[in-house]
């Protein structure tokens, strides 16, 4: 699985938990259902639900009667907290090893790995401020104004 696919991954599947109501191991929702809400493979479900599990976030219950269910309200999920469960970072690449004996190419990628650095503390603040419930909700104020990215395909 993609580093970039996770974080959606875990995202929908926390709102998926939370909307079904899932906070016991009685409502556990198994990842061959959460993996048709998504949609992916259920291989891929269980790998970030094993993550969000190490994270304190959900847990988890194997084999035939088993699933997720949620630890906290999704009131009290932040996405950067998702976004960290994850491993996640805002993705936007690494800076390229540089040539020995050019001064450019010793000196930039510090600078660019500096700008990523602050690039994904932006994309952090951005998300603790977006929770869980907020992902269900019609119009949340941690979302108004704002549209969806232009290459994220969105569903009608």
Same mark, same amino acid.
């Given at each position: 699985?993609?580093?970039?696919?996770?974080?959606?991954?875990?995202?929908?599947?926390?709102?998926?938990?939370? *909307?079904?109501?899932?906070?016991?191991?009685?409502?556990?929702?198994?990842?061959?259902?959460?993996?048709?809400?998504?949609?992916?493979?259920?291989?891929?479900?269980?790998?970030?639900?094993?993550?969000?599990?190490?994270?304190?976030?959900?847990?988890?219950?194997?084999?035939?009667?088993?699933?997720?269910?949620?630890?906290?309200?999704?009131?009290?999920?932040?996405?950067?907290?998702?976004?960290?469960?994850?491993?996640?970072?805002? *993705?936007?690449?690494?800076?390229?090893?540089?040539?020995?004996?050019?001064?450019?190419?010793? *000196?930039?990628?510090?600078?660019?790995?500096?700008?990523?650095?602050?690039?994904?503390?932006?994309?952090?603040?951005?998300?603790?401020?977006?929770?869980?419930?907020?992902?269900?909700?019609?119009?949340?104020?941690?979302?108004?104004?704002?549209?969806? *990215?232009?290459?994220?395909?969105?569903?009608?």
């Amino acid at each position: 699985m993609s580093d970039s696919q996770r974080f959606p991954v875990a995202a929908h599947a926390l709102a998926y938990l939370a *909307h079904k109501g899932a906070y016991s191991p009685a409502e556990a929702a198994a990842s061959a259902v959460l993996a048709a809400s998504v949609p992916t493979n259920p291989v891929v479900v269980r790998r970030v639900t094993a993550m969000l599990a190490r994270a304190g976030l959900i847990a988890t219950r194997p084999g035939a009667s088993g699933g997720a269910w949620l630890l906290r309200r999704p009131e009290q999920i932040t996405l950067d907290q998702v976004l960290k469960a994850v491993n996640g970072c805002a *993705h936007l690449g690494s800076p390229p090893a540089g040539a020995k004996g050019c001064p450019v190419s010793e *000196h930039i990628p510090r600078q660019v790995a500096k700008a990523l650095t602050a690039a994904d503390r932006a994309a952090s603040e951005a998300l603790a401020k977006i929770t869980i419930a907020d992902l269900l909700a019609e119009n949340p104020p941690s979302l108004v104004g704002l549209e969806p *990215h232009s290459s994220c395909p969105v569903a009608a």
